[in-house]
């Protein structure tokens, strides 16, 4: 059964490569949407198996999305990943510290995306 991933970002060319990259993976089950709220929505009646989230969004940015989504039982144990291209290394820790499972840097590399996708679901998926 294909994983699911969840690819949240507001601008519409990247979540467009990201999702076009993710899906030639033949592993993955690939939906996007463009906010933050969508993304509640979205994980709550889908269930994805991890979420790919952007952290400079208008309206609801990415640490509050992931908040909302820990708040919900429906979606507390689905694992976020932060893309984002403030990767120093204090912006990377406060980010796990919030609870985002890892953090891909921002512009990605279409074409190693879904590797990296793929070594964050094996590291949830491995010993805890």
């Not at 708040?71 to 609870?99: C, K, N, W």
Request: glycine content about 4%.
């Amino acid at each position: 059964m294909p994983a699911r991933i969840l690819y949240v970002d507001d601008e519409n060319d990247i979540r467009e490569i990201a999702q076009m990259s993710l899906e030639l993976d033949l592993e993955f089950e690939v939906q996007s949407c463009p906010s933050g709220i969508e993304a509640l929505t979205n994980a709550a009646d889908w269930q994805p198996d991890l979420i790919l989230l952007d952290v400079m969004m208008p309206d609801m940015d990415g640490p509050e999305t992931l908040r909302r989504l820990a708040d919900s039982p429906l979606t507390a144990s689905i694992p976020v990943v932060f893309i984002t291209a403030r990767t120093q290394t204090h912006e990377v820790q406060r980010y796990l510290a919030m609870g985002a499972v890892g953090v891909i840097a921002k512009p990605f590399d279409p074409l190693a995306l879904a590797g990296e996708v793929r070594k964050l679901l094996l590291q949830r998926d491995g010993p805890a």
